[in-house]
């Protein structure tokens, strides 16, 4: 393990809720791992979201890492924005998507302006956010588009904290907007059509990732001494079996990703990996943990990693 991860592993519990401290590990991160969907199309090579999870038991900072290299900036250079400008390669961007079905987000065109009203439930990142991808349908015919917009714009009190219970060394939120007015220039040139499908796909790519470093997190977890000794022998063979099945799950859909084919979209023996992970978490009795370690127990949610997003 390098110096680096190991500093990320001891760092876990104080940066639970620390924005300050996540920003410092974030941005010295970049710099080791620059988040790229290259970085997860390597074959027989671990991306370093899994890394983070399985060496560092950080799935937070994991499913961060994930959103920038496989969902913001690929759906963002496909939706036009990096024609129109770059966000730094350290920057954190957020994908306000997942919606409230009482109040989707609507986009009403109007000369030169755009106005936003609606409610995004879950953004990965988005209080550590440097800007915002948000997905809106047209008031006129239904389309829907994208629209780039830094955070330095957004209303007071738009976003609010979204506490999980879990992943706490990334930040989650829900945005609320009330006819909020912009530039239009901060719609993106994609048609409603790329759109959808840019969403669709690296969506697919997303769950992959998370599921693979998910995995990671459980055989971070299997090692610790005080759980090993629980556990029967033949769960690290199923962990180191189920993160290669997974790997090779995830290699092919970035490859078709990249490559514009289709994607298969069934996981990977996710019955199994939920059901090893219920059997690691209740072994893992927590008055034998050590403290810092109680929070990645938390994290072993598969049904709560999974369903905000949906």
């Known amino acids: ?54 060496d560092a038991g950080d799935l937070g900072i994991a ?13 963002a250079t496909e939706t036009g924005l990096y024609e129109l400008r ?70 007071a009190g738009a976003l609010a904290e979204l506490e999980l219970g879990m992943l706490r060394t990334t930040s989650h939120a829900r945005l609320s907007l009330v006819d909020f007015t912009l530039d239009d220039v901060s719609l993106l040139p994609a048609d409603g059509r790329t759109v959808n499908r840019a969403i669709k796909r690296w969506g697919m790519v997303e769950r992959a990732l998370i599921l693979e470093a998910y995995i990671g997190l459980c055989i971070y977890l299997a090692r610790l001494p005080v ?4 556990l029967e022998p033949d769960i690290a063979e199923r962990l180191d079996r189920l993160v290669d099945a997974q ?18 979209p069934r996981d990977t ?13 209740r072994r893992a009795d927590p008055a034998g943990l050590p403290a810092e370690e109680l929070s990645r127990i938390d994290d072993l949610d598969l049904a709560r990693l999974f369903s905000p997003r949906s």
């Open 63 to 75: 499913l961060l890492w994930i959103v920038q290299a496989a969902l913001v900036r690929p759906i």
């Open 86 to 155: 770059a966000p730094s390669p350290s920057s954190i961007g957020a994908l306000a998507h997942s919606e409230d079905t009482g109040r989707p987000m609507r986009a009403l065109l109007e000369d030169r302006s755009l106005r936003l009203s609606g409610e995004k439930k879950y953004i990965t990142g988005g209080l550590d956010a440097d800007f915002l991808l948000i997905t809106a349908l047209e008031e006129t015919g239904g389309t829907r588009r994208i629209i780039y917009l830094p955070m330095g714009l957004l209303p």
């Open 247 to 264: 790997a090779k799950s995830r290699h092919d859909r970035v490859d078709a990703a990249m490559s514009g084919e289709r994607i298969d």
């Open 1 to 54: 393990m390098d110096d680096f991860l190991k500093r990320l592993k001891s760092g876990y519990s104080a940066r639970c809720g620390d924005s300050a401290l996540r920003a410092a590990a974030w941005s010295e991160l970049c710099g080791r791992y620059p988040p790229s969907i290259e970085a997860c199309a390597v074959a027989g090579k671990s991306p370093p979201s899994t890394l983070f999870a399985r």
């Open 227 to 230: 759980v090993s000794e629980t």
């Open 269 to 281: 023996e996710i019955v199994e990996v939920a059901e090893l992970s219920k059997y690691i978490s």
